[in-house]
């Protein structure tokens, strides 16, 4: 027997009542978004803040990057909390995006050797870990099957 892609749309029709999956992994996503704020928030401040610091905190984006990620990021973290299907797919284009971005930030600096901070290091940890629990077929759907139309 052929195993169903879940990625696929519900075979049932929306007129059916089927309970609607309830996972926490579309919130544990929303907290891991909450998380990449934080740390990216950390990144911007801890050289201003504690600039004699032992640990450089590495290369850090600025004010403007960092309000353009937490606006961001605050509209993936509750559109995932609300298992919404904007969210999921909100979350899998900025997430993909910021992926994208740390990986050429990451070949320029591995090329050039400066080292990378640990702020930078765990950010890229967190967005991994996101991304990775956002593409879990059990989040998708939660968030993509959780609401049904009602007759």
Same mark, same amino acid.
């Given at each position: 027997?052929?195993?169903?892609?879940?990625?696929?749309?519900?075979?049932?029709?929306?007129?059916?009542?089927?309970?609607?999956?309830?996972?926490?992994?579309?919130?544990?996503?929303?907290?891991?978004?909450?998380?990449?704020?934080?740390?990216?928030?950390?990144?911007?401040?801890?050289?201003?803040?504690?600039?004699?610091?032992?640990?450089?905190?590495?290369?850090?984006?600025?004010?403007?990057?960092?309000?353009?990620?937490?606006? =961001?990021?605050?509209?993936?973290?509750?559109?995932?909390?609300?298992?919404?299907?904007?969210?999921?797919?909100?979350?899998?284009?900025?997430?993909?995006?910021?992926?994208?971005?740390?990986?050429?930030?990451?070949?320029?600096?591995?090329?050039?050797?400066?080292?990378?901070?640990?702020?930078?290091?765990?950010?890229?940890? =967190?967005?991994?870990?996101?991304? =990775? =629990?956002?593409?879990?077929?059990?989040?998708?759907?939660?968030?993509?099957?959780?609401?049904?139309?009602?007759?």
């Amino acid at each position: 027997m052929q195993e169903r892609n879940p990625y696929s749309p519900p075979d049932a029709s929306l007129t059916e009542r089927e309970p609607p999956v309830r996972t926490p992994l579309a919130r544990v996503a929303a907290a891991l978004s909450l998380a990449f704020i934080v740390v990216t928030w950390g990144s911007v401040l801890a050289p201003r803040l504690l600039p004699d610091a032992a640990v450089s905190a590495g290369h850090s984006l600025g004010f403007t990057g960092a309000l353009f990620i937490s606006a =961001v990021g605050l509209a993936v973290a509750v559109g995932l909390w609300l298992r919404s299907a904007w969210g999921w797919w909100f979350g899998l284009i900025a997430g993909g995006y910021q992926l994208l971005s740390f990986a050429l930030f990451a070949t320029v600096v591995i090329a050039t050797g400066d080292p990378i901070g640990p702020l930078t290091a765990l950010s890229m940890v =967190v967005l991994l870990a996101f991304m =990775v =629990v956002l593409l879990l077929p059990r989040t998708m759907r939660s968030c993509m099957h959780s609401h049904r139309r009602a007759n």
